[in-house]
């Protein structure tokens, strides 16, 4: 195993830091995923990332981006392949890509992961509403090759556990779709409240930027619980997985 991996030089690190999880790619020369490794973001430090990235050692590091919504983890990170392997470390905001995208709001207002999703779909034909279903649930608007801005509402995962939390007779519930919007018991009631509350909100603000900018959309659902809305039957949403990683990948090919 370690000869044959000892073969892939030239090698590129690529990586989204959202303020939970983080996920790392490894991508070879000709830029296709051969390894993720997950983080939990929480924990990245020296001693952390020498544990989980402790394979990188039988590579030779071209090149590292990422989009990052946590500063200090990206920092940390950056310092870490500096250091350890002797590579450039860029985030994603730093890097050229007005090729790609048009922005219509500051950069510095927006998020990296947003953008770098913006960039995944967009394809200067179609209008998209992306939604992400992160720490935050959030809508982002793409018309043609342009980035319009969007929405942030609570995320799911977020609001289950304040939930939880604050309530003490809530239990633990792993949240899934249930056809009855009313519950016979505290799990059920809950799972009705979050999936069917969600599904409300999800479908009004589509409907909302559709009639404030008098476009048709096509609707993509990318995060943790993307499969959980996938059967919306008044956007026939399409579910990418690695959204935000394979705008990284685009901006790559770019440069």
Do not use: W
């Given at each position: 195993m370690k000869k044959k991996l000892a073969n892939l030089d030239n090698i590129y690190i690529i990586g989204d830091i959202g303020n939970t999880d983080t996920k790392i790619f490894i991508l070879n020369q000709n830029l296709n995923k051969i390894k993720k490794i997950f983080l939990k973001t929480k924990l990245i430090s020296k001693a952390y990332l020498s544990i989980k990235l402790n394979i990188l050692k039988y590579y030779k590091i071209k090149f590292c981006l990422f989009c990052s919504v946590v500063p200090p983890a990206y920092k940390q990170?950056?310092?870490?392949?500096?250091?350890?392997?002797?590579?450039?470390?860029?985030?994603?905001?730093?890097?050229?890509?007005?090729?790609?995208?048009?922005?219509?709001?500051?950069?510095?207002?927006?998020?990296?992961?947003?953008?770098?999703?913006?960039?995944?779909?967009?394809?200067?034909?179609?209008?998209?509403?992306?939604?992400?279903?992160?720490?935050?649930?959030?809508?982002?608007?793409?018309?043609?090759?342009?980035?319009?801005?969007?929405?942030?509402?609570?995320?799911?995962?977020?609001?289950?556990g304040t939930l939880i939390k604050k309530a003490s007779l809530i239990p633990s519930i792993n949240l899934s779709r249930i056809s009855k919007v009313i519950g016979r018991n505290t799990n059920q009631a809950v799972k009705a409240g979050f999936y069917w509350g969600y599904l409300g909100l999800i479908d009004n603000i589509i409907l909302m930027i559709k009639r404030q900018t008098k476009k048709n959309f096509k609707i993509i659902f990318t995060g943790g619980y993307a499969?959980?809305?996938?059967?919306?039957?008044?956007?026939?949403?399409?579910?990418?997985?690695?959204?935000?990683?394979?705008?990284?990948?685009?901006?790559?090919?770019n440069n």
């Open positions: 990170l950056k310092k870490f392949l500096k250091q350890k392997y002797y590579t450039s470390c860029s985030e994603l905001k730093d890097q050229k890509f007005s090729e790609l995208v048009k922005l219509k709001v500051n950069r510095s207002q927006v998020g990296s992961d947003r953008i770098a999703n913006a960039i995944s779909i967009i394809d200067n034909k179609n209008n998209y509403i992306v939604v992400d279903f992160g720490t935050a649930t959030t809508f982002d608007v793409i018309i043609k090759n342009t980035y319009y801005g969007g929405v942030i509402a609570p995320g799911i995962s977020l609001s289950l499969h959980m809305f996938k059967k919306l039957k008044k956007n026939n949403p399409i579910i990418l997985k690695d959204l935000t990683i394979d705008g990284l990948i685009k901006v790559i090919k």
